[in-house]
């Protein structure tokens, strides 16, 4: 399997060679050059299987020879045995055909661990063997990072470096970011915004001298092996109510658009998914384009959903590319009018987006009314994340087609936005409990490169 750049200007990689460069040579995202098929026979044996096993069956097909089958078992063993629920992901009901699949009981309290903990693993294998170490950098607004220095502490070959904007994180982001104890993880506080600290990362990228020196990594979404993490759970959800033999359709909180690209790919590879649906914030440049054919960033406002606080959804290339008839010269085309301001879709690609993705948006009262009303009928706490995911859910229930809402976050990650509008404390799960009882251990910098890449030299040479 050799996977292509979304901009056709880089050389093809291996799946081992893709996930440790991250971002193609010629600015695009690598996508595997043809998607492996699953037969209504094998996705109807996953019935019944260990969510593990399903990572394996539906995974295997797209990492080559890069791992025996007895390597990436072990490592995919490895990667979901801190998740708190035996399912990994389970699903509730939340009424008759709405389904809320619950993507937050990994380490971290968010979806992202199911990527994150698998690329840990994967890095760690590959890494062991070539004898080689590599030092991951990542800028992040809270849940990325915490997510990254769970799944990369304690091992051998990796030192992990996250930024986040000095008093800008929750309390619950901050403490899970600063209480790892282990000698590989460094957490940063820099004196700035988001922005800061992921100019101060890019900077770092750039400057190639200490780029090779450091041997510098990135695990951000645009890694095809987080997007790949994410497509098992569709299979997992979808069949245990009723595919291949019954058509079910997702809705997905979404801000880089890499969560719901995973679904894009199931149901490439053969899943029956009768909608995708995006679901935004008021930061809604997904929604529009969707519905206007422009995607034009004006702005971020911050909400009460702050992972989907963006202005560019990084994995939307993604399924342009697809929608462009797999023409790279034509993405490439669209991401350079994108620098100086926008652009529009061709109607023969926003024709082709629309066949498979509908959108909606909610507004902050909307999502808070999510979160009550969710509260009130079911008993179910939703993450202001996921109530947005519920919000749009409701007005895209088609008759006889189950409706799965992603959850992405835990409610307790959350705390004051989810007590606001329900009246009730979310607690944290007990296997964290005592998060606000560990010793914290940071480091401020100021915003400036030079002294940030000293810094980091230092750390690495002890
Ligand atoms: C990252 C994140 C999202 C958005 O996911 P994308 O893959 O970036 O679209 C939604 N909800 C939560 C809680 C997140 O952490």
């Known amino acids: 399997m050799r996977y292509i750049s979304t901009r056709g200007q880089a050389p093809s990689l291996s799946f081992e060679e893709a996930m440790l460069t991250g971002l193609a040579r010629d600015g695009g995202l690598y996508l595997p050059e043809s998607i492996p098929q699953m037969s209504a026979g094998d996705i109807r044996a996953l019935e019944g299987v260990s969510y593990e096993e399903a990572a394996f069956r539906v995974m295997r097909p797209f990492i080559g020879d890069a791992f025996t089958d007895d390597e990436f078992r072990a490592i995919i063993a ?23 699949l619950e993507l937050f009981h990994g380490p971290t309290l968010a979806f992202k661990d199911f990527a994150m903990q698998l690329i840990g693993q994967l890095f760690e294998a590959s890494l062991t063997r070539s004898g080689r170490r590599v030092c991951i950098v990542g800028a992040t607004s809270g849940d990325t990072g915490s997510a990254a220095i769970e799944a990369f502490r304690g091992l051998d070959a990796v030192d992990v470096f996250i930024f986040y904007p000095h008093g800008r994180v929750s309390e619950v982001q901050r403490r899970q970011m600063t209480t790892p104890a ?28 200490f780029r090779d020196g450091v041997r510098l990594a990135g695990v951000n979404s645009i890694n095809w092996a987080r997007v790949l993490a994410q497509v098992v759970y569709y299979f997992t959800s979808a069949v245990s109510l009723g595919a291949p033999d019954r058509k079910v359709s997702f809705t997905v909180p979404t801000g880089n658009f890499g969560d719901i690209f995973a679904g894009y790919i199931a149901k490439q590879m053969g899943l029956p998914i009768d909608r995708l649906v995006v679901a935004t914030n008021q930061n809604d440049i997904l929604h529009r384009c969707l519905s206007s054919g422009e995607y034009r960033p004006d702005g971020v406002a911050p909400t009460i959903s702050p992972s989907m606080d963006i202005q560019v959804s990084s994995n939307f290339e993604r399924a ?10 034509a993405v490439g085309q669209v991401m350079d009018e994108l620098k100086s301001g926008g652009f529009a879709v061709s109607q023969g690609a926003l024709q082709a987006l629309r066949e ?51 959850a992405t976050a835990h409610p307790a990650k959350f705390p004051a936005a989810v007590e606001e509008a329900s009246d009730v404390h979310a607690p944290l799960p007990e296997r964290m409990a005592d998060l606000y009882d560990r010793a914290e251990r940071v480091t401020r910098v100021g915003n400036d490169l030079r002294a940030i890449e000293t810094l980091i030299k230092e750390r690495i040479a002890n």
């Open 78 to 100: 490895r990667a979901y045995a801190g998740f708190g629920h035996a399912a990994r992901a389970p699903l509730k009901q939340l009424d008759s055909g709405h389904f809320l």
């Open 182 to 209: 282990e000698a590989n993880v460094h957490a940063l506080a820099i004196d700035g915004h988001f922005d800061d600290a992921q100019a101060r990362v890019k900077d770092m990228f750039n400057d190639f001298e």
């Open 320 to 329: 342009l590319y697809y929608a462009y008839g797999q023409d790279g010269r």
């Open 356 to 406: 498979v993705f509908d959108s909606g948006r909610a507004g902050e009262d909307e999502t808070r009314a999510a979160i009550r009303a969710t509260w009130e009928r079911s008993g179910e706490l939703l993450c202001p994340h996921s109530a947005v995911g519920v919000h749009v859910a409701d007005a895209h229930r088609r008759p006889g087609v189950p409706m799965i809402t992603l």
